[in-house]
């Protein structure tokens, strides 16, 4: 029954500000990978409880801390992701992967980076269900179909899904609540500074460059003899054209 500011301090609590979280696993048509940033992170928490799941915990075997400059990684090859469902039936879901954490190395010690890569998962139906129905074999039917796959709901899935659209849009939505432009002001402006970005050439160092060979050039011309040599070096140089090296904007 948490709201979306209970999940957004959670997610404060216990996140970098720049953090990232990715989940990998193989689906019937193919492997799947998705990153998602922090804005959209406790959105993602939110959506294993509203596919009706009532408790989530990680069990960690034989995980291997390293530290670092400023961050420390856990890397658990035998992580278990539990998941107790009370719908669309009672089953206790155990997702097996690899789960690996960067925290920052701080008084806070927040996560930077979340990657969990699915392997395999298990679907266990309490024995006491499967003899309340066993008169029932439409009711037998059910219970052993998948509720989940591989270990997700299917609205924990549409969401990854759909944060494939979410994470780009990041930077207009950004902009829309700073300066409360609308949808296509956005657009324009965030479209025109990222063309700014590309286009501008790194004039600056050529520049440089010219001018040090020029210094270079006269202090070495000395005497009569080494006047006609540097004219007869430098005739060749003085017939290019810098505004062909150097593009002029139209």
């Known amino acids: 029954d948490s709201d979306n ?14 953090a990232t979280l990715t989940l990998s696993f193989c689906l019937e048509d193919g492997p799947k ?12 928490f939110s959506t294993v409880f509203e596919g009706g799941v009532t408790d989530l915990y990680y069990i960690l075997k034989h ?5 670092h400059n400023s961050s420390i990684t856990v890397d658990c090859d035998q992580c278990t992701m539990v998941t107790q469902h009370g719908k669309p039936m009672f089953t206790k879901v155990c997702t097996e992967g690899r789960l690996i954490l960067e925290f920052t190395f701080d008084d806070l010690m927040r996560i930077k980076t ?11 139906v309490p024995r006491s269900i499967l003899a309340m129905h066993a008169p029932d074999p439409q009711v037998l039917e059910q219970l052993s179909k998948n509720i989940t796959r591989m270990g997700l709901t299917n609205f924990t899935l549409n969401y990854l899904r759909l944060c494939v659209i979410l994470e780009p849009m ?28 590309m286009v501008a050439p790194p004039e600056p160092t050529r520049q440089i460059t010219t001018k040090r060979r020029k210094r270079k050039n006269s202090t070495s011309s000395t005497g009569n003899n080494t006047n006609s040599t540097y004219t007869k070096k430098k005739s ?10 150097v593009p002029v904007p139209t």
Not at 63 to 67: H, L, M, Q, R
Not at 179 to 197: E, V
Request: glycine share 2%.
């Open 5 to 18: 500011l209970w999940w957004d301090a959670f997610t404060t609590e216990f996140f970098e500000d720049d």
């Open 236 to 245: 060749p140089a003085a017939s290019l054209n810098l505004s062909s090296q």
């Open 33 to 44: 990978r998705y990153t998602i940033g922090r804005t959209l992170i406790p959105r993602y």
């Open 114 to 124: 979340w990657h969990f890569t699915i392997r395999q998962y298990r679907e266990l």
């Open 170 to 197: 990041q930077e207009l939505m950004s902009r829309h609540k700073t300066y409360n432009l609308g949808p296509r002001d956005c657009l324009k402006t965030c479209l025109f500074q990222k063309w700014q970005r």
């Open 63 to 67: 995980s291997k801390e390293s530290y």
